[in-house]
């Protein structure tokens, strides 16, 4: 979606670790909104669209991530399979496993399925990297509406090529400021009052 007249622009920037099986458990960012929102003005940020950008800054000269999570060696006995989540929402969820795309307060939703099949020795493994991203114009496509600080999520399970790694998330949010009603704004309150 492209910035259209009075849309506002927001990066942030967030770093984790994942451990030596290539595992991350759930974790949070924040993305500090409170020069855009204020709930007793009745401010808040219609957020339109979220964009991921996932980097390992010691990774060559381009700082890539590698999408393929596990490099098994030809002649490997079994398969592997590795997931990485992230996702944005205003309420915090103790396991990135409880969330989805129907999940209160879930903005956008985005996973990385990496698998290597079992081959014969000799032979070029199969790699097969699969990517689904659930954005706010496909779960909102008026915008979603957030009158508090945002939450990044992330998670990840045996992405063995970057694991003891320091990764880096950059965010880019596209967003309108809005004026919310009041029946809205109390919604969205005693939504929060929810967590």
Request: with cysteine; aromatic share 8%.
């Amino acid at each position: 979606m492209a910035k259209n007249r009075g849309d506002v622009i927001l990066r942030d920037r967030m770093q984790f670790d994942l451990d030596g099986s290539g595992d991350r458990t759930t974790l949070y960012g924040r993305i500090d909104l409170s020069a855009y929102v204020n709930p007793v003005a009745r401010d808040g940020l219609a957020i339109k669209e979220v964009r991921f950008q996932l980097r390992q800054p010691s990774n060559g000269n381009t700082g890539f991530f590698k999408p393929v999570a596990d490099f098994q060696s030809s002649g490997g006995s079994t398969g592997a399979q590795s997931a990485i989540k992230l996702y944005a929402t205003t309420r915090a969820y103790e396991n990135a496993a409880d969330v989805g795309i129907a999940s209160p307060d879930v903005l956008c939703v985005y996973e990385a399925l990496s698998s290597v099949g079992v081959t014969p020795a000799g032979t070029t493994p199969a790699f097969i990297t699969t990517e689904r991203f659930y954005g706010p114009k496909d779960l909102h496509p008026e915008g979603f509406t957030v009158v508090s600080d945002l939450l990044i999520g992330v998670a990840a399970d045996l992405w063995d090529n970057e694991k003891d790694a320091t990764l880096e998330l950059d965010i880019m949010l596209i967003a309108e400021p809005i004026s919310v009603t009041t029946e809205r704004m109390n919604e969205l309150l005693a939504q929060g009052m929810d967590l």
